[in-house]
């Protein structure tokens, strides 16, 4: 790589020479986008996925999962969504759905979850993407609302869909927990799920 030169004067003579490009000054490091905690379910599985304690310092937050199950029915399974632990019918939720074949779409209004989907069903050990999106959450004169992106391959055959939810609650978001929809019991090895906080000025 050929060196970059910062000049202190009007003339070429007078550089001095760096192996980098920043030449001397700070990285930017945007700050709108955080890190907040990320979990990757290591041997065994897990029954479910909580992230606790999440600080209300952001305007909105983002998840990103890369996740299989050990559901053996069908290539793909979904997660249900929890916040603040609450398991009542608070949540409201549809679903567009497609597989390259049909398409189809789900909907319920009074339900103990938020239905995020789509990911693998270990019986094409298959894993899904998800980025689901949860806004205002922790702002506390308004209901919460979710959207999900997600998908599964599984070598011909599998799904992707269109999720949207709300949560009918003013509480900020301070938890989030994940199980699984269906007949699976067991969040595979190596699922990753990684939370984001986004600031917005």
Same mark, same amino acid.
């Given at each position: ?8 004067? +009007? ?6 020479? $760096?192996? /980098? ?6 990285a930017f490091l945007p700050t709108s986008f955080e890190s907040i905690a990320t979990v990757t379910v290591g041997s065994g599985g897990?029954?479910?996925?909580? =992230? ?9 937050l983002q998840l990103r999962i890369f996740a299989d199950t050990n559901r053996t029915s069908a290539t793909v399974a979904s997660f ?7 398991? *009542? ?17 789900? %909907? /319920? +209004?009074?339900? *103990? ?8 069903? /270990?019986? %094409?050990?298959?894993? &899904? ?13 308004? $209901? ?17 869909? =269109?999720? /949207? ?9 301070? +938890?989030?927990? =994940? ?13 990753? =799920?990684?939370?984001? &906080?986004?600031?917005?000025?």
């Open positions: 790589m050929a060196p970059v030169y910062k000049l202190s004067t +009007s003339r070429l003579s007078s550089r001095t020479s $760096y192996s /980098s490009m920043l030449a001397g000054n700070a897990a029954s479910n996925v909580e =992230f606790t304690s999440i600080p209300n310092t952001y305007t909105h249900n969504m929890q916040f603040n632990s609450d398991t *009542s019918a608070n949540y409201s939720w549809h679903e567009l759905y497609g597989n390259g074949t049909n398409i189809g779409v789900s %909907t /319920s +209004s009074n339900a *103990s979850y938020c239905l995020l989907s789509r990911v693998g069903g /270990s019986a %094409t050990n298959t894993f &899904g993407s998800l980025v689901v999106d949860i806004l205002d959450y922790a702002n506390t004169n308004k $209901y919460k609302t979710i959207k999900n992106l997600g998908g599964c391959d599984a070598n011909g055959s599998g799904e992707v869909s =269109f999720n /949207s939810g709300s949560w009918r609650s003013t509480s900020a978001i301070s +938890s989030i927990k =994940f199980t699984i929809n269906y007949d699976a019991t067991l969040i595979t090895q190596y699922s990753s =799920f990684a939370l984001y &906080g986004i600031k917005v000025a």
